[in-house]
């Protein structure tokens, strides 16, 4: 079983619509979550750390459910520049990062 | 903008050759990782370090091997390249159990 799963998408969207996406990981002592945006034949970037608690930035909200160890990721009104790859990545107890395939985003005008 | 660096950015090369793959990061971390993607696929962990003179194999086995003689360096090396060894090489940094960075990666071809 993967360390870490996600849908792979591809998720096609108009501008303006609300997207989540989800995750979920095996690990149930895993310590640290992330989301990480990839543009094609780009390097991973960090897009926000995900807390026990859920956070929010701008339009961007992350959600973690230990219980049943997934993780979410929600972008409301979305824009042509989120067209990206998504990256679910856990840090387990070893300090491994573990990444998942990825979700793939494209918003259309 | 993370600090982190990584050369050659694209790299062409005839099979058998002994290649060198550099890694360098400004920002003092002392964990550092390397990473193996093909197009539209997810990141393997091949290698990485926790510090200096600390290399361990990740889960994917790239007959290549790593070193960590100084903090802020971790050069990958191929012996025998291979064609199979076509993909793209991302290196990054990490601090404790925070977020990692990634480098600009490596293109690598071996024909």
């Known amino acids: 079983r993967k360390e870490v799963e996600q849908d792979p998408g591809p998720f096609n969207v108009p501008e303006g619509a609300t997207v989540a996406f989800n995750c979920t990981y095996s690990?149930?002592?895993?310590?640290?979550f992330f989301w990480y945006r990839q543009d094609c034949r780009k390097e991973p970037k960090l897009l926000m750390s995900?807390?026990?608690s859920g956070n929010e930035d701008g339009r961007f909200t992350a959600q973690l459910n230990r219980a049943s160890q997934y993780i979410s990721l929600l972008i409301r009104d979305s824009k042509l520049s989120d067209s990206a790859t998504y990256l679910c990545?856990?840090?387990?107890?070893?300090?491994?990062?573990?990444f998942g395939t990825g979700t793939s985003l494209t918003v259309i005008p | 903008e993370a600090d982190i660096y990584q050369t050659p950015r694209y790299l062409v090369i005839g099979t058998g050759k002994k290649i060198t793959l550099e890694c360098s990061q400004t920002m003092g971390h002392d964990k550092m990782y390397w990473y193996q993607q093909d197009p539209g696929m997810e990141l393997h962990l091949i290698h990485y370090?926790?510090?200096?003179?600390?290399?361990e194999k990740g889960d994917l086995s790239s007959e290549s091997t790593v070193s960590r003689i100084r903090t802020e360096h971790f050069p990958l090396t191929l012996e025998s390249a291979r064609p199979s060894h076509t993909s793209q090489y991302l290196c990054?940094?990490?601090?404790?159990?925070?977020?990692?960075?990634f480098g600009p990666g490596t293109r690598l071809t071996v024909t």
């Open positions: 995900v807390y026990s």
């Open positions: 990545v856990v840090l387990n107890t070893g300090n491994q990062f573990y």
């Open positions: 370090s926790y510090g200096v003179n600390s290399t």
């Open positions: 990054a940094s990490s601090e404790f159990s925070y977020e990692q960075y």
């Open positions: 690990n149930s002592a895993s310590q640290s």
